[in-house]
């Protein structure tokens, strides 16, 4: 078979070219002192990029690739194609579900013997190429086996059998060099209480999730091990909401200190919060780890998973993880897919060049509202006067002793602005 992506050319960073190039996206450009490339830490998802057939809702396939069919020689053909993305993107990493990577066997050891043997594969390609896994994981909420959840399953035999997907998969991430592992509980939660016992499914999920936790440390995997929060869909309530309530979950079982945060942009707006929120949300609570960048139609009530466009939102998000002393592990992973009308190879390659541009455009305004320090300022001035010794010692006193000093000295507070609009006026500046 012909290469896939066969006369598109390795992408280039050049703002006036007027074919398919980075005008934004410079690997080399040093920002803050660091490499952009390295700031980003760009990859590609295996799945939507390439398992995904183009259905919605309402319409089933609409694309036409010829890895399409349940063989392990479309497996190969599928890795081909990737890793030929990969150089036409110079991306620095990929991602991958197990069930992206490799036809389903009727038993798990046939499941198992085919996933090998593309890790295998990949590990060939791996060698000759500059693209490394930022991290694996296991896609435990599409077969049937999982329409009750994976480790929440009320079947013992589903939990197991999940029990041994994840080892498998972190085995792999692990020998691939995998820099994370992260785990989505596509089909932790449930559809109705009247069927559920929530404080079972939530005992077992916090020891599932400590299994793993202590297999990562026996096996020697220094990566992060990554728990990525979803508010709904497919489950009515998954239990893995939001950053919230996913640390609440993390300190009942005491993994705070082992496990971190895969934020993504689409989750953070079904749960109702912004994606900046959930990132200096995770930022603040230390358990900011890494990036699904995507974005939601706002007029569809679901999870679109569109490339990102919005420079503005991505600016934002960038100044979160900026705070946060950018990624270590993490990076910027495109969780994001083309629409169904897109049917070309280049549409692909067109819609992670955008993605990238958009993500580079942000993250230099971001690096940049950050180095004048306005915004900073302006805060710090909002809450100075938590910085005089009567107000820090309220802190250690008790409720007798502040509300006494109200009294006492006559304390008589006068409302101050916020100053929003002219913070947002400031953040237009730059975006």
């Not at 590609?44 to 069919?69: C, I, Q």
């Not at 198992?112 to 593309?118: D, G, H, T, V, Y």
């Not at 990554?226 to 993390?250: C, N, R, W």
């Not at 270590?328 to 992973?333: A, D, K, M, S």
């Amino acid at each position: 078979m012909n290469g896939y992506f066969d006369g598109i050319a390795p992408l280039k960073f050049d703002p006036n070219s007027s074919e398919l190039a980075f005008r934004h996206y410079d690997p080399d450009e040093i920002v803050l002192g660091k490499r952009m490339e390295d700031h980003l830490r760009f990859a590609v998802a295996y799945w939507h990029s390439f398992a995904w057939e183009g259905g919605d809702p309402f319409g089933g396939r609409t694309f036409d690739r010829p890895w399409f069919s349940d063989s392990m020689e479309a497996a190969k053909a599928k890795a081909d194609a990737a890793f030929q993305l990969f150089e036409i993107l110079n991306a620095p990493y990929f991602c991958w579900h197990d069930a992206d990577i490799r036809p389903e066997g009727a038993t798990f050891a046939e499941s198992r013997k085919n996933f090998e043997a593309i890790i295998d594969l990949f590990e060939e390609k791996m060698a000759t190429s500059r693209t490394k896994l930022l991290w694996g994981t296991a896609n435990m909420f599409s077969h049937r086996r999982f329409m009750s959840g994976a480790s929440t399953n009320p079947d013992p035999d589903v939990y197991a059998w999940s029990a041994a997907t994840v080892k498998l998969c972190l085995d792999a991430t692990h020998r691939l060099g995998g820099e994370n592992y992260v785990l989505w509980g596509g089909r932790e939660g449930y559809e109705t209480l009247l069927n559920t016992d929530m404080g079972q499914e939530l005992d077992h999920m916090g020891r599932f999730l400590s299994m793993v936790v202590d297999y990562k440390h026996k096996i020697g995997f220094k990566g992060q091990i990554l728990v990525e929060p979803k508010p709904q869909e497919p489950s009515k309530h998954q239990y893995d909401y939001d950053v919230a309530t996913v640390y609440g979950f993390l300190k009942r079982f005491g993994l705070e200190n082992e496990v971190k945060m895969n934020i993504e942009q689409g989750h953070a707006i079904l749960a109702g919060h912004s994606f900046e929120h959930e990132l200096a949300l995770a930022r603040e609570l230390g358990i900011l780890g890494s990036i699904d960048m995507n974005r939601n139609d706002y007029q569809s009530g679901w999870d679109t998973d569109q490339f990102p466009n919005n420079v503005p939102e991505v600016a934002l998000a960038y100044y979160e993880i900026l705070k946060a002393g950018g990624f270590t592990q993490g990076g910027t992973n495109f969780d994001a897919k083309i629409r169904r009308q897109s049917l070309d190879p280049v549409d692909l390659v067109a819609a992670h060049a955008g993605g990238m541009d958009t993500c580079a455009r942000g993250l230099k305004a971001a690096a940049k509202m950050l180095e004048d320090g306005v915004l900073e300022d302006m805060r710090k001035e909002r809450y100075s006067g938590w910085q005089t010794p009567e107000a820090q010692s309220m802190l250690g006193a008790d409720l007798v002793t502040v509300a006494a000093r109200v009294e006492a000295e006559g304390i008589n507070p006068q409302p101050r602005s916020g100053r929003q609009e002219i913070l947002e006026n400031i953040v237009n500046r730059y975006v």
